[in-house]
């Protein structure tokens, strides 16, 4: 099979391709989502041990902390992206970038909102302005950020640029969220956020939580996919192949 990856560099290939992918991607979403809410709600133990003893409220773990990994690892993309699109001067992945962004922000509010959600009975409190929690809310104002520079310049092009540079500036929160949640010396970065426990976190607990994240990351290639769908065909509007596709779905 010769599969040419500079051939769906162009959006024009990209576009049917993308097409032909979401609904397998979509399917993928369900199947996870599907199996991975089954599993935290009725294979998983009622109580979680530990130095932190907790009910059944626990279980927005199973929303909470696949959100705020894709939160960073969608960031990560949207940065690449960016990076790609300035160094190669590349369309489409200025427009992946913008398709990526929107989800990422999504995923970073969901883990806010679940994370404060989940501190109010665990720690008695719905926020704390500690560094793990601090540096989420920033890379929401990243996402923030990059959203609104985008949309507040007409000219395209240079919107790609200007807002893929704020999005590479602020990657540098990433490893700071990375360091907050996995501080090697817990004293010195006491904080309500525990610390990751990923060893010693019971196995049924944690099939779910990666089966979630996995379908979190499926849900993420669908509406990418048909966000930068809809950023093609608007921008690619005066072209004849857009005229054309248009006709053809009209048709069906």
Known sequence: MNFSWYRYASPTTFYPLAGRLIPWFVVLTVITLVVGLYWGFFETPDRLGGSNPQKEYYRIIFVHVPAAWMSMWLYVVLAGWSAIGLIFNTRLSYMMAAAVAPTGAIFTFIALWSGSFWGRPSWGTWWDWDPRLTSELILFFLYGGYLALHSAIDDSRRADRAAALLAIVGLVCIP???????????????????????????PD????????????????????LMRVRSIILEREADSEWVGQQIRQEGGR
Do not use: E, G, K
Request: overall charge negative; aromatic content about 18%.
């Open 176 to 202: 700071v969220i990375f360091w907050s949640i996995n501080c090697p010396d817990p004293n010195q970065c006491a904080a309500l956020h525990q610390r990751s426990s990923m060893s010693q976190i019971d």
């Open 205 to 224: 607990i944690l099939f779910a939580m990666l089966t979630l994240t996995f379908a979190f990351w499926m849900y993420s290639f669908v509406t990418a």
